[in-house]
């Protein structure tokens, strides 16, 4: 069974400060697929990163980077220097297999705030 | 940049009547994709659609909900006889295929059952 968890409910921060969203995944599958998605008060998923099973090199994205490890069976994801506009719900989700076409499980989302 | 479109974004409707939400998907994308999202909750998968043909779907997708692509480039969501417990934001998706895990939603129709 496919499953993501993403602990963190809600989470607010100040301006300029760092941010880590944490992803916790369950799958049996050797090959599967993460993301992570955006979706800003105006209610639209805005795709931010994939990352294949295979693929364990952390990504940096300017002020964005993604921490995955296979042997924590995690995906997070951190904001650096954090800006009101990064306020918005962060959603982590899993596709399994190799083949294109599969569901995607989302996790039920890290609501952020951030303050000025 | 390519996008899914979806029309109407908003869609209000009486309990009991047929609703059919509508997608363009990306043009040279193969795999399409209904997720519903119930307010303030996660994003569920709801069926997903490759060749004219349903490839998979959810617990959700019942004989109450169908999907067709009646022609090359509209995807559409039907929902017959809609209840109060529909109302969500549905969200249109598609890829391009094998190797490519590029999912592009469109920015949803409101679907609001009274």
């Known amino acids: 069974a496919q499953k993501v968890t993403q602990a963190q409910t809600e989470i607010s921060v100040v301006e300029k400060e760092d941010v880590t969203l944490d992803c916790v995944y369950e799958t049996r599958d050797t090959t599967y697929y993460l993301f992570w998605y955006k979706q800003p008060p105006s209610g639209e998923l805005v795709f931010l990163i994939r990352?294949?099973?295979?693929?364990?090199q952390n990504e940096i994205s300017g002020r964005y980077s993604w921490n995955f490890q296979k042997s924590t069976s995690s995906f997070n994801f951190t904001i650096t220097a954090s800006q009101v506009v990064d306020s918005a719900v962060y959603f982590c989700a899993l596709s399994e297999g190799a083949q294109a076409g599969t569901a995607l499980i989302f996790g039920k989302g890290t609501t952020l705030s951030v303050s000025s | 940049e390519p996008e899914v479109t979806q029309t109407p974004s908003h869609q209000v409707t009486q309990m009991g009547q047929e609703v059919i939400l509508r997608c363009v998907p990306i043009s040279n994308h193969l795999y399409f994709y209904w997720y519903r999202q119930i307010l303030g909750q996660k994003v569920e998968f709801l069926v997903s659609f490759y060749n004219n043909e349903i490839s998979e779907k959810s617990e959700i997708f019942d004989d109450q909900f169908s999907v067709e692509r009646p022609d090359g480039s509209n995807f559409t969501l039907k929902i017959r006889s809609t209840k109060l417990e529909d109302s969500a934001m549905y969200f249109c998706a598609s890829s391009r295929g094998r190797g490519d895990y590029g999912y592009t939603f469109g920015s949803g129709t409101r679907l609001t059952v009274v």
């Open positions: 990352r294949n099973s295979f693929d364990e």
